[in-house]
């Protein structure tokens, strides 16, 4: 498990700046270079995740996602408590909701019931539909998504990526991409970008494998409306 001061050494061996008194980048740059490898790496690899939980209000279709979010994987509603409850919800693009509901944006009584369907309305903001009735919108109806989430800054040297551990280590190529491209050299910053890449690929398949169906939309209410079959990111 690599360590954010020996994510830096790597980086400075690798960009040929191991002296860090008379480095061009200090430590602080350093490190923020390795916050945004993290972040960039959990887009790509689609980790680390985490379970999210609302309750449902009665006649509210607008629910502000998490603060660290970055891609929703899967998406649910129902009360756990209740025995086949919770069933899967139809993720839709805006176009496609439209187009089968008219009245999507209302949350006029007539028009609730049980969430069936899902839009990401922007980049903060996860609008289900119907939006939930009485019935819907009791305690323990909950919606229920796993996602992943963009990881913390590292606080210390000490600290560690939250990444799976095969990772930690192609840190330092993003952030010496990074470092490359504030010393205006722009011919390594493209090499180690492309290094960059080619190892996460080759790790990715083996290690974040998973079934199709849980990477995507691949599941939902058999009504006729195709549920997209990549994940949603911001």
Known sequence: MA????????????????????????DGEL???I??????????????RQFWTQQATTGTSAYALP????????????????EDDVVP????????????FRSWLSTHSATRGRPRFAILRDKSTLLIFPAPDTENGAANKLIHMNYVYRPAALSSDSSSPV????????IQFYAGYLAYLRLANAELAGKLYALFTDKVNALKTTVTKESKLAMGWQWGFDDGVNSVEEGIRF
């Open 3 to 26: 360590t954010r001061a020996a994510i830096r050494t790597q980086i400075r061996a690798l960009i040929n700046e191991t002296d860090a008194a008379n480095s061009r980048l200090t």
């Open 31 to 33: 490190n923020e270079y």
């Open 35 to 48: 916050d945004q490898g993290q972040t960039f790496l959990a887009a790509l690899i689609e980790h680390p």
């Open 67 to 82: 603060s660290d979010f970055i891609l929703m994987l899967t998406l649910y509603f129902g009360d756990a408590t209740q």
């Open 89 to 100: 919800m139809t993720f839709l693009t805006e176009e496609s909701l439209t187009a089968q």
């Open 163 to 170: 990444l799976p551990l095969p990772f930690h280590d192609l």
